[in-house]
């Protein structure tokens, strides 16, 4: 008998993605934080059971992390259009990336003065694709990085640490 592919997907999405642990306690931790709006405001639920992200009509997929590294609802035109161009969703980032992302949309916006410049970015950084060695290749399966000759035009941060804790939560 052949699986449907919806099965299929179903097996390969439990296999890549880690049983959630957030719940509405630990989102309204977010919501004390100041990181998160109120439930009743925003409207976001805690997964039940779902074994991989299944959201409803209308509902994204976002990692709690995320917010505490600078992401915020409604999502910056900035990363909205990285997302395009990368062709990939936000979950495919890991924290870091986010990070990296609202420091280079706050540098330009209340340094410069202006909207940020893709073309600056990408010239700093690009996309890599996670190793093949353990962890998911959907939920933090690609990070952005600094470019070659870069390190000393930029920030001198340590973008670039082990990643190792996070992928085991």
Known sequence: ???SD???RA????KEWKKSRSTTRSLNDLVEMGLVHDQELDGWRAPKGESYP???AGEIVIIEDFFKRGFGVPVHPFLQGLLIYYDIGIY???PKSILLVATFIHLYEAFVGIEPHYDLFRCLF????KGAV?????????YLNLCDGMKNRYLS???NTSLTEWYKR
């Open 134 to 142: 353990g962890g998911s290749k959907i939920v933090g399966g690609v």
């Open 157 to 159: 941060c340590p973008w």
């Open 1 to 3: 008998m052949v699986k």
């Open 54 to 56: 299944d959201p409803h």
């Open 92 to 94: 495919n980032l890991h």
């Open 11 to 14: 097996e390969m999405m439990a």
């Open 6 to 8: 919806s099965k299929k």
């Open 126 to 129: 690009y996309l890599r694709k």
